[in-house]
């Protein structure tokens, strides 16, 4: 497509609750990254693949975080039973193969504001 | 570690004003430095970048020069309009797999 896609723009869940948030990155693009922001803070790393490999998990905060990317292309990011510190907007970004000055440039979705009741 | 560190606090100023953002960083080697923007209801994208020391990023009026020796990247604009109304976020990176570090942003607010 275009543009990094994610759905859904907005979720709402109880505490307790598992949300699956999609991520349809820019067609082509070998790396897929996640990040969460949280209100009035930057983003912050949560994860990284490139093709299909999660090469970097360092950022996700519990193992309630998972993360998967099956085909190298549409990526889901799972949070089980979701607590109120998850609330926070989660962003998805994807890059091209690197060629010539690998200059990091990252290209972001909208995100997908997650609240937590 | 890597990290960046932006001025607190929201930017409210009249159109037509000079605009200047602070971000200063922290890094190992030489990571390349950037300025994102986030528009109402939109997603984070690249306004401008620098990947080296002395390289000034410019785009849109905006400009902001790799500063080794001071470890800034602070973002100028001669004359603001009210579509500049944003958040504001300064970036290093790449480092580690490839992640970029950001700063906690700033909100610019221009009054007509």
């Known amino acids: 497509g275009a543009g990094v896609s994610q759905s859904p723009r907005y979720k709402v869940a109880k505490r307790g609750q598992d949300v699956a948030l999609r991520c349809d990155p820019i067609?082509?693009?070998?790396?897929l990254f996640w990040y969460q922001q949280a209100l009035g803070q930057g983003p912050e790393f949560l994860t990284y693949f490139q093709n299909e490999a999660q090469l970097d998990k360092s950022g996700l905060p519990s193992d309630r975080f998972f993360a998967e990317r099956p085909e190298g292309s549409v990526s889901t990011l799972k949070i089980q039973r979701t607590q109120q510190e998850d609330s926070a907007v989660y962003l998805c970004?994807?890059?091209?193969?690197?060629?010539?000055?690998?200059?990091?440039?990252?290209?972001f979705g909208e995100g997908s504001r997650l609240t937590v009741l | 570690g890597n990290s960046v560190t932006q001025m607190e606090g929201p930017v409210t100023l009249s159109e037509e004003a000079f605009l200047t953002i602070n971000c200063t960083y922290t890094a190992t080697g030489y990571p390349s430095l950037f300025w994102y923007v986030q528009y109402p209801g939109e997603g984070l994208q690249l306004l401008l970048k620098a990947t080296k020391a002395d390289d000034k990023g410019s785009n849109k009026g905006f400009e902001a020069t790799y500063r080794k020796e001071t470890t800034s990247f602070h973002l100028e604009k001669g004359s603001v309009q009210v579509s500049d109304s944003a958040v504001y976020f300064c970036?290093?990176?790449?480092?580690?797999?490839?992640?970029?570090?950001f700063g906690k942003g700033n909100q610019v607010v221009v009054i007509p």
């Open positions: 970036a290093l990176g790449p480092y580690g797999n490839n992640r970029l570090a």
């Open positions: 067609s082509g693009h070998v790396s």
């Open positions: 970004a994807s890059r091209g193969a690197s060629g010539g000055t690998n200059t990091g440039e990252l290209f």
